[in-house]
């Protein structure tokens, strides 16, 4: 069987969401970081097509689910 290749957004995307279930918010916020750098360049590569539009907003809700996540590691 042969698996079609993802985008490197798409593997960081399966990351982020895995630093976030295992709490490691360190990585998470590191790997957001990379995601949006990816994600700007593909944005301003004109031989994308128009796959691009919409793909912010992924990365909006992962920085809600990062905050989301160190509000909750907060001491008390």
Known sequence: ???????????LFAAFQQACEQKNIEVAEAIL?????????????????DRRRGESE????????????KETQKPR
């Open 1 to 11: 069987m042969h698996e079609l290749p993802r985008r490197l957004s798409d593997k």
């Open 33 to 49: 970081k990379a995601l949006e750098l990816v994600l700007t360049r593909e944005m301003v590569d004109p031989g994308k097509g």
């Open 58 to 69: 992924p990365v909006v809700e992962a920085y809600g689910r990062l905050q989301k996540l």
